[in-house]
Protein backbone atom coordinates (compact mmCIF):
# COMPACT_ATOMS: atom_id res chain seq x y z
CA UNK A 1 0.00 0.00 0.00
CA UNK A 2 1.30 3.61 -0.52
CA UNK A 3 -0.32 6.73 0.90
CA UNK A 4 -0.29 9.87 -0.90
CA UNK A 5 3.52 10.53 0.56
CA UNK A 6 4.00 7.45 -1.92
CA UNK A 7 5.44 6.13 1.55
CA UNK A 8 4.52 2.15 1.73
CA UNK A 9 2.91 1.20 4.61
CA UNK A 10 3.21 -2.39 5.95
CA UNK A 11 -0.04 -3.95 3.89
CA UNK A 12 -1.31 -7.43 5.26
CA UNK A 13 0.73 -9.42 7.05
CA UNK A 14 1.96 -6.78 8.94
CA UNK A 15 3.49 -6.49 12.68
CA UNK A 16 1.99 -4.04 14.03
CA UNK A 17 -1.56 -1.64 13.60
CA UNK A 18 -1.87 -0.39 10.10
CA UNK A 19 -3.24 3.31 10.21
CA UNK A 20 -3.10 5.36 7.43
CA UNK A 21 -2.80 8.59 8.68
CA UNK A 22 -4.34 11.67 6.75
CA UNK A 23 -0.92 13.83 6.90
CA UNK A 24 1.48 10.88 5.58
CA UNK A 25 3.36 11.51 9.63
CA UNK A 26 3.73 8.75 11.85
CA UNK A 27 3.33 10.12 15.19
CA UNK A 28 6.66 11.78 15.65
CA UNK A 29 8.47 10.11 12.31
CA UNK A 30 7.27 13.15 9.96
CA UNK A 31 7.31 12.52 6.12
CA UNK A 32 10.23 15.67 4.86
CA UNK A 33 10.11 16.48 1.42
CA UNK A 34 13.67 17.71 0.05
CA UNK A 35 14.22 21.27 0.92
CA UNK A 36 13.93 22.08 -2.89
CA UNK A 37 10.30 21.26 -2.52
CA UNK A 38 9.89 22.87 0.75
CA UNK A 39 10.99 26.29 -0.34
CA UNK A 40 9.98 28.78 -2.59
CA UNK A 41 12.14 31.22 -5.06
CA UNK A 42 12.70 34.77 -3.50
CA UNK A 43 11.39 33.81 -0.39
CA UNK A 44 13.92 34.76 2.14
CA UNK A 45 14.75 33.74 5.76
CA UNK A 46 16.54 37.14 6.64
CA UNK A 47 16.10 41.03 6.01
CA UNK A 48 19.08 42.13 3.80
CA UNK A 49 18.90 45.45 2.20
CA UNK A 50 19.25 45.72 -1.24
CA UNK A 51 22.11 45.14 -2.91
CA UNK A 52 23.80 48.07 -5.04
CA UNK A 53 26.70 47.05 -7.19
CA UNK A 54 28.22 50.45 -8.44
CA UNK A 55 31.07 48.94 -10.43
CA UNK A 56 31.90 45.11 -11.28
CA UNK A 57 34.86 43.69 -9.52
CA UNK A 58 34.75 40.50 -11.02
CA UNK A 59 35.82 41.40 -14.79
CA UNK A 60 32.35 40.67 -16.07
CA UNK A 61 32.17 37.49 -14.09
CA UNK A 62 28.99 38.33 -11.86
CA UNK A 63 26.28 35.26 -12.04
CA UNK A 64 23.24 37.05 -13.99
CA UNK A 65 20.55 34.21 -13.75
CA UNK A 66 18.73 32.76 -11.00
CA UNK A 67 21.10 31.00 -8.59
CA UNK A 68 18.31 27.84 -7.84
CA UNK A 69 18.44 28.24 -4.40
CA UNK A 70 14.93 27.40 -1.93
CA UNK A 71 13.83 30.44 -0.26
CA UNK A 72 12.97 29.23 3.08
CA UNK A 73 12.21 30.79 6.87
CA UNK A 74 14.94 29.91 9.78
CA UNK A 75 11.64 27.82 11.53
CA UNK A 76 11.54 25.85 8.18
CA UNK A 77 14.90 25.65 7.79
CA UNK A 78 15.23 24.21 11.41
CA UNK A 79 12.26 21.75 11.63
CA UNK A 80 13.34 20.60 7.73
CA UNK A 81 16.94 19.29 9.43
CA UNK A 82 15.83 18.51 12.83
CA UNK A 83 12.99 16.20 11.09
CA UNK A 84 15.76 14.53 8.81
CA UNK A 85 18.19 14.12 12.02
CA UNK A 86 15.51 11.89 13.57
CA UNK A 87 15.55 9.57 10.17
CA UNK A 88 18.92 8.79 11.27
CA UNK A 89 20.73 6.14 12.96
CA UNK A 90 23.40 7.26 15.67
CA UNK A 91 25.96 5.90 18.16
CA UNK A 92 24.29 9.03 20.71
CA UNK A 93 20.95 6.58 19.77
CA UNK A 94 21.72 2.93 20.30
CA UNK A 95 24.43 0.29 20.10
CA UNK A 96 25.87 0.37 16.22
CA UNK A 97 27.32 -3.22 15.65
CA UNK A 98 28.89 -2.36 12.71
CA UNK A 99 32.15 -4.12 12.22
CA UNK A 100 35.79 -2.88 10.76
CA UNK A 101 34.31 0.57 11.81
CA UNK A 102 34.42 0.81 15.40
CA UNK A 103 31.83 3.18 16.07
CA UNK A 104 32.25 3.99 19.55
CA UNK A 105 31.21 6.58 21.90
CA UNK A 106 32.34 10.27 21.48
CA UNK A 107 33.17 11.94 24.65
CA UNK A 108 31.82 15.04 25.44
CA UNK A 109 34.77 16.15 27.23
CA UNK A 110 36.52 16.17 23.47
CA UNK A 111 33.81 18.11 22.27
CA UNK A 112 34.39 20.88 25.60
CA UNK A 113 38.19 21.23 24.37
CA UNK A 114 37.70 21.25 20.84
CA UNK A 115 35.17 24.17 21.29
CA UNK A 116 38.08 26.30 23.02
CA UNK A 117 38.43 29.30 21.03
CA UNK A 118 42.32 29.41 20.79
CA UNK A 119 41.42 26.29 18.87
CA UNK A 120 38.45 26.33 17.14
CA UNK A 121 38.63 30.19 15.82
CA UNK A 122 42.37 29.73 14.20
CA UNK A 123 42.41 29.86 10.36
CA UNK A 124 45.40 27.75 8.71
CA UNK A 125 46.67 30.78 7.43
CA UNK A 126 47.05 32.76 10.67
CA UNK A 127 51.17 33.83 11.36
CA UNK A 128 52.42 30.75 12.87
CA UNK A 129 54.11 33.17 15.80
CA UNK A 130 50.27 33.48 16.56
CA UNK A 131 49.42 29.84 16.71
CA UNK A 132 52.07 28.39 18.56
CA UNK A 133 50.03 26.55 21.29
CA UNK A 134 48.29 24.59 18.24
CA UNK A 135 51.28 23.84 16.72
CA UNK A 136 52.25 22.65 20.18
CA UNK A 137 49.13 20.12 20.72
CA UNK A 138 50.02 19.16 17.29
CA UNK A 139 53.13 17.46 18.26
CA UNK A 140 52.14 16.43 21.19
CA UNK A 141 49.58 14.17 19.82
CA UNK A 142 52.06 13.02 17.09
CA UNK A 143 54.95 12.40 20.31
CA UNK A 144 51.58 9.62 21.92
CA UNK A 145 50.88 8.34 18.20
CA UNK A 146 54.59 7.23 17.73
CA UNK A 147 54.84 6.49 21.58
CA UNK A 148 51.93 3.94 21.27
CA UNK A 149 52.88 2.74 18.40
CA UNK A 150 56.93 2.92 18.84
CA UNK A 151 57.67 4.32 15.09
CA UNK A 152 59.73 7.37 14.91
CA UNK A 153 58.02 9.65 12.73
CA UNK A 154 54.23 10.40 12.10
CA UNK A 155 52.73 12.19 8.83
CA UNK A 156 50.09 14.21 10.36
CA UNK A 157 47.77 15.44 7.54
CA UNK A 158 45.58 12.82 5.73
CA UNK A 159 42.01 12.79 6.32
CA UNK A 160 40.93 9.67 6.91
CA UNK A 161 42.27 5.91 6.58
CA UNK A 162 41.96 5.59 2.97
CA UNK A 163 43.83 8.97 3.06
CA UNK A 164 46.32 7.79 5.08
CA UNK A 165 46.74 4.33 3.09
CA UNK A 166 47.29 6.58 -0.07
CA UNK A 167 50.14 8.70 1.88
CA UNK A 168 51.40 5.47 2.81
CA UNK A 169 51.69 4.25 -0.09
CA UNK A 170 53.00 7.23 -1.99
CA UNK A 171 55.81 7.21 0.71
CA UNK A 172 56.38 3.57 0.26
CA UNK A 173 57.26 4.83 -3.33
CA UNK A 174 59.44 7.60 -3.28
CA UNK A 175 61.87 5.76 -0.83
CA UNK A 176 61.86 3.05 -4.08
CA UNK A 177 62.56 5.47 -6.58
CA UNK A 178 65.06 7.25 -4.02
CA UNK A 179 66.71 3.14 -4.17
CA UNK A 180 66.40 3.72 -8.12
CA UNK A 181 64.07 0.63 -8.06
CA UNK A 182 60.62 0.25 -10.09
CA UNK A 183 58.25 -1.86 -8.30
CA UNK A 184 54.60 -2.37 -9.61
CA UNK A 185 52.65 -4.68 -7.03
CA UNK A 186 51.46 -4.87 -3.84
CA UNK A 187 50.34 -7.90 -2.10
CA UNK A 188 46.81 -7.80 -0.17
CA UNK A 189 45.13 -10.45 1.73
CA UNK A 190 41.61 -11.56 0.51
CA UNK A 191 39.65 -10.14 3.74
CA UNK A 192 41.44 -6.68 2.92
CA UNK A 193 38.91 -4.30 3.52
CA UNK A 194 37.99 -2.61 0.05
CA UNK A 195 40.02 0.77 0.36
CA UNK A 196 43.48 -1.06 0.04
CA UNK A 197 43.32 -2.45 -3.40
CA UNK A 198 41.67 0.37 -4.64
CA UNK A 199 44.37 2.77 -2.39
CA UNK A 200 47.45 0.29 -4.53
CA UNK A 201 45.35 1.32 -7.86
CA UNK A 202 45.13 4.68 -6.92
CA UNK A 203 48.72 5.53 -6.54
CA UNK A 204 49.72 2.96 -10.07
CA UNK A 205 50.19 -0.05 -8.61
CA UNK A 206 48.70 -3.65 -9.34
CA UNK A 207 47.10 -5.72 -6.53
CA UNK A 208 47.80 -9.18 -5.91
CA UNK A 209 45.49 -11.50 -3.59
CA UNK A 210 46.98 -13.61 -1.03
CA UNK A 211 45.00 -16.50 0.12
CA UNK A 212 44.03 -16.84 4.49
CA UNK A 213 44.76 -20.55 5.59
CA UNK A 214 41.55 -22.02 7.48
CA UNK A 215 42.20 -20.56 10.72
CA UNK A 216 40.98 -17.19 8.85
CA UNK A 217 44.85 -15.66 8.74
CA UNK A 218 47.10 -14.86 6.26
CA UNK A 219 48.87 -18.29 4.24
CA UNK A 220 52.17 -17.13 5.11
CA UNK A 221 54.13 -19.50 2.74
CA UNK A 222 51.31 -18.48 0.05
CA UNK A 223 52.79 -14.88 0.81
CA UNK A 224 56.32 -15.65 0.96
CA UNK A 225 55.96 -17.61 -2.56
CA UNK A 226 54.58 -14.04 -4.33
CA UNK A 227 57.11 -12.15 -3.07
CA UNK A 228 59.97 -11.02 -5.70
CA UNK A 229 61.95 -7.87 -6.80
CA UNK A 230 58.24 -6.66 -8.50
CA UNK A 231 56.73 -6.40 -5.09
CA UNK A 232 56.79 -3.06 -3.49
CA UNK A 233 54.64 -3.53 -0.66
CA UNK A 234 52.67 -5.96 1.62
CA UNK A 235 49.39 -4.38 3.25
CA UNK A 236 48.18 -6.36 5.79
CA UNK A 237 45.20 -5.63 8.63
CA UNK A 238 45.95 -6.58 12.26
CA UNK A 239 43.89 -7.18 13.86
CA UNK A 240 42.38 -8.30 10.49
CA UNK A 241 38.83 -7.75 9.29
CA UNK A 242 37.71 -11.74 10.70
CA UNK A 243 38.44 -10.14 14.02
CA UNK A 244 41.62 -12.10 14.77
CA UNK A 245 44.96 -11.38 15.44
CA UNK A 246 47.82 -12.41 12.89
CA UNK A 247 50.02 -14.07 14.77
CA UNK A 248 52.73 -14.27 12.22
CA UNK A 249 53.82 -10.62 11.75
CA UNK A 250 57.55 -11.11 12.72
CA UNK A 251 58.33 -13.69 9.98
CA UNK A 252 56.33 -11.63 7.39
CA UNK A 253 57.84 -8.87 7.89
CA UNK A 254 61.52 -10.42 8.01
CA UNK A 255 60.42 -11.83 4.45
CA UNK A 256 59.08 -8.85 3.14
CA UNK A 257 62.39 -6.77 4.26
CA UNK A 258 64.30 -9.52 2.31
CA UNK A 259 62.62 -9.23 -0.96
CA UNK A 260 62.87 -5.43 -0.60
CA UNK A 261 59.94 -4.66 -0.37
CA UNK A 262 57.91 -2.48 3.06
CA UNK A 263 55.47 -3.47 5.01
CA UNK A 264 52.11 -1.30 5.38
CA UNK A 265 49.59 -2.26 8.08
CA UNK A 266 46.06 -0.99 8.09
CA UNK A 267 45.78 0.09 11.37
CA UNK A 268 41.93 0.59 11.32
CA UNK A 269 41.54 -2.11 14.36
CA UNK A 270 44.23 -0.59 16.10
CA UNK A 271 42.00 0.03 19.18
CA UNK A 272 41.81 -3.64 20.04
CA UNK A 273 45.58 -3.37 20.43
CA UNK A 274 46.23 -0.23 21.64
CA UNK A 275 48.64 0.10 24.82
CA UNK A 276 48.89 -4.13 24.12
CA UNK A 277 50.86 -4.16 21.02
CA UNK A 278 53.43 -1.58 19.47
CA UNK A 279 53.15 -1.97 15.53
CA UNK A 280 56.98 -1.01 15.12
CA UNK A 281 58.01 -4.17 17.30
CA UNK A 282 56.10 -6.32 14.51
CA UNK A 283 58.68 -4.71 11.47
CA UNK A 284 55.90 -2.76 10.74
CA UNK A 285 56.91 0.43 7.84
CA UNK A 286 54.00 2.48 7.94
CA UNK A 287 50.44 2.22 9.34
CA UNK A 288 47.44 4.87 9.60
CA UNK A 289 45.55 5.18 12.68
CA UNK A 290 42.00 6.34 11.99
CA UNK A 291 41.17 8.59 15.05
CA UNK A 292 37.83 8.14 14.87
CA UNK A 293 38.07 4.35 15.43
CA UNK A 294 40.58 4.61 17.76
CA UNK A 295 40.83 7.67 19.73
CA UNK A 296 37.08 8.60 19.55
CA UNK A 297 36.80 11.21 17.17
CA UNK A 298 33.63 11.22 15.39
CA UNK A 299 32.92 9.39 12.23
CA UNK A 300 32.99 11.89 9.82
CA UNK A 301 31.25 10.07 6.91
CA UNK A 302 34.20 11.30 4.85
CA UNK A 303 33.96 14.44 6.35
CA UNK A 304 36.50 16.31 8.71
CA UNK A 305 38.40 13.10 9.91
CA UNK A 306 41.75 12.38 10.77
CA UNK A 307 44.08 9.43 9.67
CA UNK A 308 48.08 10.19 10.70
CA UNK A 309 50.49 7.07 9.09
CA UNK A 310 53.56 5.90 11.77
CA UNK A 311 56.59 5.94 9.94
CA UNK A 312 59.49 3.25 10.04
CA UNK A 313 63.07 4.85 9.90
CA UNK A 314 63.39 3.76 6.50
CA UNK A 315 60.06 5.43 5.28
CA UNK A 316 60.67 8.98 7.59
CA UNK A 317 62.46 10.89 5.47
CA UNK A 318 59.92 10.31 2.68
CA UNK A 319 56.98 11.97 4.90
CA UNK A 320 54.35 14.44 3.17
CA UNK A 321 55.14 18.25 3.84
CA UNK A 322 54.12 20.07 6.28
CA UNK A 323 56.49 18.94 8.82
CA UNK A 324 56.66 20.78 12.04
CA UNK A 325 59.95 21.46 13.68
CA UNK A 326 60.76 23.23 16.67
CA UNK A 327 63.92 25.39 17.30
CA UNK A 328 65.26 28.73 18.56
CA UNK A 329 62.16 30.37 17.63
CA UNK A 330 59.54 28.23 18.74
CA UNK A 331 57.72 25.88 16.56
CA UNK A 332 57.78 26.46 12.37
CA UNK A 333 56.43 25.00 9.63
CA UNK A 334 58.42 23.62 7.21
CA UNK A 335 56.05 24.14 3.70
CA UNK A 336 58.97 23.27 0.64
CA UNK A 337 61.12 20.78 -0.92
CA UNK A 338 63.76 23.07 -0.37
CA UNK A 339 63.50 23.89 3.76
CA UNK A 340 63.04 20.12 3.90
CA UNK A 341 66.18 19.09 1.88
CA UNK A 342 67.94 21.51 4.46
CA UNK A 343 66.66 18.96 6.66
CA UNK A 344 67.76 16.08 4.80
CA UNK A 345 64.55 15.38 4.29
CA UNK A 346 63.03 14.37 1.21
CA UNK A 347 59.07 14.64 1.16
CA UNK A 348 57.42 13.11 -1.41
CA UNK A 349 54.78 15.97 -1.71
CA UNK A 350 52.07 17.22 0.75
CA UNK A 351 48.45 15.08 1.20
CA UNK A 352 46.87 18.61 1.89
CA UNK A 353 46.11 22.21 1.42
CA UNK A 354 47.23 22.75 5.00
CA UNK A 355 48.44 20.50 8.11
CA UNK A 356 45.26 18.12 8.90
CA UNK A 357 42.32 18.54 10.82
CA UNK A 358 42.77 20.71 14.35
CA UNK A 359 39.39 19.60 15.69
CA UNK A 360 39.85 16.21 15.37
CA UNK A 361 43.21 16.42 17.16
CA UNK A 362 42.81 18.43 19.94
CA UNK A 363 39.96 15.73 20.29
CA UNK A 364 42.18 12.59 20.08
CA UNK A 365 44.70 14.19 22.58
CA UNK A 366 41.92 14.85 24.83
CA UNK A 367 40.79 11.21 24.72
CA UNK A 368 44.45 9.59 24.94
CA UNK A 369 44.88 12.05 28.13
CA UNK A 370 42.04 11.74 29.87
CA UNK A 371 42.33 7.84 29.84
CA UNK A 372 45.80 7.70 30.18
CA UNK A 373 48.37 4.72 29.48
CA UNK A 374 46.24 2.43 31.77
CA UNK A 375 43.20 3.74 30.62
CA UNK A 376 43.68 3.10 26.83
CA UNK A 377 45.04 -0.61 27.61
CA UNK A 378 42.23 -1.07 29.56
CA UNK A 379 39.81 0.49 26.15
CA UNK A 380 41.74 -1.89 23.72
CA UNK A 381 41.29 -5.13 26.83
CA UNK A 382 37.39 -4.22 27.30
CA UNK A 383 36.44 -3.77 23.23
CA UNK A 384 37.81 -7.62 23.20
CA UNK A 385 36.16 -8.67 26.25
CA UNK A 386 32.65 -7.25 24.74
CA UNK A 387 32.96 -8.78 21.28
CA UNK A 388 33.81 -12.11 22.67
CA UNK A 389 30.59 -11.45 24.86
CA UNK A 390 28.57 -11.56 21.51
CA UNK A 391 30.54 -14.46 20.40
CA UNK A 392 30.21 -16.45 23.23
CA UNK A 393 26.48 -15.59 23.58
CA UNK A 394 25.73 -16.05 19.99
CA UNK A 395 27.87 -19.49 18.56
CA UNK A 396 25.12 -21.78 19.84
CA UNK A 397 22.65 -20.30 17.56
CA UNK A 398 24.42 -18.96 14.50
CA UNK A 399 26.98 -20.01 13.04
CA UNK A 400 31.39 -18.53 13.96
CA UNK A 401 33.71 -20.19 11.39
CA UNK A 402 36.53 -18.99 13.10
CA UNK A 403 34.69 -19.11 16.75
CA UNK A 404 37.15 -22.20 17.75
CA UNK A 405 39.13 -19.80 20.06
CA UNK A 406 38.85 -15.89 20.70
CA UNK A 407 38.19 -13.16 18.83
CA UNK A 408 39.77 -9.83 19.05
CA UNK A 409 37.33 -6.92 18.51
CA UNK A 410 34.66 -8.15 16.77
CA UNK A 411 32.75 -11.56 16.13
CA UNK A 412 32.59 -12.96 12.60
CA UNK A 413 29.19 -14.98 11.84
CA UNK A 414 28.60 -16.86 8.50
CA UNK A 415 25.52 -17.63 7.26
CA UNK A 416 25.55 -21.44 8.01
CA UNK A 417 23.40 -21.33 9.92
CA UNK A 418 20.47 -19.92 8.03
CA UNK A 419 20.65 -22.51 5.79
CA UNK A 420 16.93 -24.10 4.20
CA UNK A 421 15.23 -21.39 6.67
CA UNK A 422 14.84 -19.40 3.18
CA UNK A 423 15.67 -16.36 5.32
CA UNK A 424 18.97 -14.46 4.71
CA UNK A 425 21.90 -12.28 5.86
CA UNK A 426 20.23 -8.70 4.08
CA UNK A 427 16.89 -10.50 5.69
CA UNK A 428 18.47 -10.84 9.60
CA UNK A 429 20.33 -7.20 9.10
CA UNK A 430 16.55 -5.56 7.96
CA UNK A 431 14.87 -6.88 10.61
CA UNK A 432 17.46 -5.71 13.07
CA UNK A 433 16.08 -2.37 11.71
CA UNK A 434 12.83 -3.12 13.18
CA UNK A 435 13.90 -4.05 16.59
CA UNK A 436 15.74 0.01 16.85
CA UNK A 437 19.57 -1.73 16.14
CA UNK A 438 21.58 -0.21 12.53
CA UNK A 439 22.11 -3.63 11.27
CA UNK A 440 25.81 -5.29 11.65
CA UNK A 441 28.32 -5.00 8.81
CA UNK A 442 26.67 -7.75 6.21
CA UNK A 443 28.58 -9.74 3.15
CA UNK A 444 32.22 -8.51 4.34
CA UNK A 445 35.04 -9.54 4.85
CA UNK A 446 33.93 -11.74 1.31
CA UNK A 447 36.39 -14.78 3.10
CA UNK A 448 33.11 -16.06 4.42
CA UNK A 449 29.42 -16.77 3.33
CA UNK A 450 26.96 -14.35 4.18
CA UNK A 451 29.36 -12.50 6.65
CA UNK A 452 27.79 -10.61 9.30
CA UNK A 453 30.86 -8.65 11.21
CA UNK A 454 29.41 -7.43 14.73
CA UNK A 455 31.70 -5.10 16.79
CA UNK A 456 30.07 -3.75 20.08
CA UNK A 457 32.84 -2.04 21.15
CA UNK A 458 33.88 -1.48 24.65
CA UNK A 459 31.51 1.25 25.54
CA UNK A 460 28.83 -0.68 25.67
CA UNK A 461 27.68 -1.78 29.14
CA UNK A 462 26.50 -5.54 29.42
CA UNK A 463 23.22 -4.49 29.79
CA UNK A 464 22.81 -3.00 26.10
CA UNK A 465 25.12 -6.42 25.03
CA UNK A 466 22.18 -8.38 26.77
CA UNK A 467 19.54 -6.98 25.04
CA UNK A 468 21.49 -7.15 22.04
CA UNK A 469 22.21 -10.55 22.39
CA UNK A 470 17.99 -11.05 22.98
CA UNK A 471 17.21 -9.48 19.86
CA UNK A 472 19.75 -11.67 17.44
CA UNK A 473 18.57 -14.69 19.53
CA UNK A 474 15.11 -13.99 18.87
CA UNK A 475 15.61 -12.98 15.43
CA UNK A 476 17.27 -16.54 14.55
CA UNK A 477 14.54 -18.44 16.44
CA UNK A 478 12.04 -16.51 14.31
CA UNK A 479 14.10 -17.03 11.35
CA UNK A 480 14.84 -21.38 12.15
CA UNK A 481 10.82 -21.36 13.01
CA UNK A 482 10.52 -20.81 9.53
CA UNK A 483 9.00 -17.53 10.14
CA UNK A 484 9.35 -15.91 6.81
CA UNK A 485 6.72 -13.18 7.09
CA UNK A 486 9.00 -11.77 9.70
CA UNK A 487 11.67 -11.51 8.08
CA UNK A 488 10.35 -10.08 4.05
CA UNK A 489 9.90 -7.09 3.47
CA UNK A 490 11.34 -6.24 6.94
CA UNK A 491 12.04 -3.48 7.81
CA UNK A 492 8.22 -2.66 8.76
CA UNK A 493 8.67 -0.12 11.03
CA UNK A 494 11.60 2.20 9.34
CA UNK A 495 10.32 5.27 7.51
CA UNK A 496 11.61 3.75 4.33
CA UNK A 497 10.83 -0.30 3.46
CA UNK A 498 13.37 -2.13 1.55
CA UNK A 499 14.98 -0.07 -1.05
CA UNK A 500 16.61 -1.06 -4.26
CA UNK A 501 20.03 -0.49 -2.88
CA UNK A 502 21.67 -1.71 -5.83
CA UNK A 503 20.00 1.14 -8.04
CA UNK A 504 20.94 3.45 -5.70
CA UNK A 505 24.14 2.75 -5.62
CA UNK A 506 24.43 2.65 -9.30
CA UNK A 507 22.51 4.81 -10.88
CA UNK A 508 21.87 8.05 -7.98
CA UNK A 509 20.31 10.29 -8.83
CA UNK A 510 21.86 13.64 -6.89
CA UNK A 511 19.83 16.55 -9.03
CA UNK A 512 16.58 17.76 -8.27
CA UNK A 513 15.21 19.24 -11.35
CA UNK A 514 11.80 21.11 -10.27
CA UNK A 515 8.14 19.59 -11.97
CA UNK A 516 6.98 20.98 -14.91
CA UNK A 517 4.65 23.50 -14.63
CA UNK A 518 1.56 22.34 -14.32
CA UNK A 519 -0.74 23.62 -17.42
CA UNK A 520 -3.70 25.72 -16.07
CA UNK A 521 -6.36 23.31 -15.27
CA UNK A 522 -9.45 23.57 -17.58
CA UNK A 523 -12.75 24.91 -16.10
C1 LIG B 1 37.56 1.90 8.14
C2 LIG B 1 38.61 1.11 7.47
C3 LIG B 1 39.38 1.66 6.45
C4 LIG B 1 39.12 3.03 5.84
O1 LIG B 1 39.18 4.07 6.76
P1 LIG B 1 38.37 5.46 6.52
O2 LIG B 1 38.79 6.29 7.66
O3 LIG B 1 36.93 5.09 6.52
O4 LIG B 1 38.83 5.99 5.19
C5 LIG B 1 40.40 0.90 5.93
N1 LIG B 1 40.63 -0.36 6.37
C6 LIG B 1 39.89 -0.92 7.34
C7 LIG B 1 40.20 -2.32 7.80
C8 LIG B 1 38.85 -0.22 7.91
O5 LIG B 1 38.10 -0.80 8.86
Given at each position: ?????????????????????????????????????????????????????????????????????????????????????????????????????????????????ARLPGFADIHPLQPVSTVQGALALIEELAFWLKTLTNMPAVAMSPKAGAH?????????????????EKRSVILVPESAHG??????????????????NERGRVDVEA??????????AVMLTNPNTC??????????????????????????????????????????????????????????????GAGPVVLSAALAPFAPLPLIVHDAGGFRLVEDKADAKARDAKPFGRMCAFHGQMGMFVRALAYMISHGADGLAQVAEDAVLNANYILASLKDVMSAPFG??????????????????????????????????????????????????????????????????????????KAKGNDKSRFQGAPFLAPRRRLDETAAARKPILRWTPPAPKAQAAE
Amino acid sequence: MMNKQGRATTGSGGHHMDIETISGDRGLDHEEPLIFELGRAGKCGVDLPDLEIKHDRLGGLRRRGQIGLPGLSEPEVVRHFVRLSRKNYAIDAGLYPLGSCTMKHNPRLNEKMARLPGFADIHPLQPVSTVQGALALIEELAFWLKTLTNMPAVAMSPKAGAHGEQCGLKTIKAAHKARGEKRSVILVPESAHGTNPATAALVGYTVEEVPANERGRVDVEALKAKLGPHVAAVMLTNPNTCGLFENDMRAIADAVHKAGAYFYCDGANFNAIVGKVRPGDLGIDAMHINLHKTFSTPHGGGGPGAGPVVLSAALAPFAPLPLIVHDAGGFRLVEDKADAKARDAKPFGRMCAFHGQMGMFVRALAYMISHGADGLAQVAEDAVLNANYILASLKDVMSAPFGKGPCMHEALFDDTFLKDTGVTTLDIAKALIDEGYHPMTMYFPLVVHGAMLIEPTETESKRSLDEFVAVMRGLVEKAKGNDKSRFQGAPFLAPRRRLDETAAARKPILRWTPPAPKAQAAE
